[in-house]
């Protein structure tokens, strides 16, 4: 969803004065840099945009590696500026550096780069260390979350965001692997695992057995839904008035969350209903058939 993302935030640029200093777009979620390339273009091709600029944030270092190489030009001219973080940090990175933010974008979850990467344990497609953590050095890899959490807390983890009815099952499968030969130490040892643990008529559905226990465990090992409430009660607070923040979520639980946070009485909720895929993207990529875009606008003007 690209188009709707940049026609909403790109808006409030061509109100300021003619006068008015550099803004902002601020990507909380740079990528593989898809959205990113289409707001540099939409700056350049515009005598008016042109002095505006884009701040791309990435939490995966390998992330912020491959835009330097792709944007080599834009970081040259001062158009793009890259900073590795989390976007839970965005508000001090805005307030220290006092760069005016116009409009803010967050395309949550993981890339397909991440996905495609079986070095990042992301995927029970294929195999690899059990570890799923989008930046590789910070906090504790799945295999460790899966040492030391209590069977309790991890049935709620698969309930509540997985949506796993057989959260139960699988959570004693676990632990009862745990006491036998030890936590599993990769993607397929998990995968097989979890199809072990289901009634046989799950085990072969259309939907992988492994999807939504993969799902919960990295919503977990990344701390997702803490990030998403920092950057909501936080970040979007730095947005200039009549600014405009973006979020494509792809989880019920991320999305009530957003819908929740721009009800608050700073914004103007630009999308009563969230924007989703047609089907021609959902054909082109198939993760986008849940995705849920919601836009609002900071109230004042700019
Ligand atoms: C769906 S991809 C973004 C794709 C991008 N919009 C594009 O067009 O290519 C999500 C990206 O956000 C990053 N990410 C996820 N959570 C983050 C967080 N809390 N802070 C910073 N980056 C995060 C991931 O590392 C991943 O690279």
């Not at 909380?28 to 600029?53: I, V, W």
């Not at 939907?207 to 998403?228: D, K, M, P, S, Y």
């Not at 957003?258 to 103007?268: I, Y």
Request: include cysteine.
């Amino acid at each position: 969803m690209v188009e709707p993302i940049l026609d909403a935030l790109i808006a409030p640029f061509r109100q300021l004065p003619e006068s008015a200093p550099p803004h902002y777009v601020i990507d909380c979620t740079l990528g593989g840099g898809g959205h990113a390339a289409a707001f540099l273009e939409a700056f350049a091709s515009d005598p008016l945009l042109s002095k505006h600029r884009l701040l791309g944030i990435d939490q995966d270092p390998e992330a912020i590696a491959r835009a330097r190489v792709r944007f080599e030009k834009e970081l040259s001219t001062g158009q793009l500026e890259l900073v590795q973080a989390q976007f839970s940090e965005l508000g001090s990175i805005l307030q220290e550096s006092r760069r005016p933010a116009l409009g803010i974008l967050a395309d949550l979850g993981f890339s397909s780069d991440q996905l495609n990467d079986a070095e990042r344990g992301l995927s029970f497609q294929s195999d690899g260390p059990l570890d799923m953590r989008l930046n590789p050095s910070q906090g504790i890899s799945c295999r460790d979350l899966l040492a030391r959490t209590t069977e309790q807390e991890l049935v709620k983890i698969l309930s509540e965001y997985g949506e796993e009815r057989f959260s139960n099952r699988i959570a004693k499968a676990i632990m009862d692997v745990r006491r036998k030969t030890g936590v599993p130490r990769t993607t397929r040892e998990l995968a097989d695992l979890i199809v072990r643990s289901v009634p046989p008529p799950a085990r072969h559905g259309r939907i992988h057995a492994a999807t939504r226990t993969f799902q919960a465990l990295r919503i977990a090992v990344n701390g997702e839904l803490e990030q998403l409430d920092s950057l909501l009660e936080h970040a979007i607070l730095q947005l200039q008035p009549g600014g405009r923040v973006a979020v494509l979520s792809f989880h019920s639980l991320e999305d009530r969350k957003v819908k929740l946070a721009f009800r608050g009485e700073n914004f103007k909720v630009l999308t009563k209903k969230p924007l989703e895929a047609d089907e021609a993207e959902v054909r082109r990529n198939s993760r986008s058939r849940s995705a849920k875009l919601r836009i609002a606008e900071k109230e004042g003007s700019c």
